[in-house]
């Protein structure tokens, strides 16, 4: 296998738009995308339909078959502060009702009305460790917080959250890589 950056390879145009309307996500994005690694430089050709996202609306392939499936538009977030336990310790987070089998990044879009200073944290389901996250921090100012994480799920589509500080929250899981 061999990485990404040794190849190329423009970003997909989906990747583009995102990176254009948020440049900060750009960065993260582009720095994913520059290290993914690649079997081969086969796998599809750039701009050909990848595999089908929700509701049958194709995915954005790669040239190298790499793929982030745009999860549209959802009516509501689909997990908030009744859905998790503030507090302590580590939590698992079972998105495989939304994502596809086999993700292997997902993309979460964290709404936060802080009351007290606080912090939520993502990792990957199985990690012992508190410093490979994604993490969102605020103070107490009720003004609304809002950021884009990405996590690696497990195999079965679950990921683990710490949450500290009430406030509330709305967790809305805007895509995915397969």
């Known amino acids: 296998m061999r990485r990404r950056e040794s190849v ?10 995102l990176a254009e309307e948020n440049p ?11 290290h993914l690694f690649i079997e081969s430089e086969g796998g599809g050709e ?14 954005a392939d790669g040239a190298d078959g ?4 745009d999860r549209g538009d959802p009516a509501a977030a689909d997990f908030d502060e009744g859905d998790l336990t503030i507090y302590g310790s580590w939590h698992d987070l079972d998105l495989s009702a939304i994502i596809d089998a086999g993700a292997t990044l997902v993309l979460l879009r964290v709404v936060v009305v802080p009351s007290v200073t606080g912090h939520i944290q993502f990792r990957t389901n199985g990690n012992s460790n508190a410093i490979n996250v994604s993490e969102l921090q605020y103070a107490p100012t009720y003004d609304t917080r809002e950021g884009d994480l990405l996590v690696a799920p497990d195999a079965s589509g679950i990921i683990e959250y710490r949450w500290s500080g009430f406030a509330s929250i709305d967790i809305t899981v805007g895509g995915w890589w397969v």
């Open 8 to 17: 190329t390879v423009a970003p997909h145009p989906a990747l583009q738009a």
């Open 24 to 34: 900060a996500l750009g960065i993260v994005l582009r720095d994913i995308y520059d």
């Open 46 to 59: 750039a701009g050909e339909p990848g595999p089908a996202g929700p509701a049958g609306a194709p995915g």
């Open 66 to 69: 790499a793929v982030f499936v």
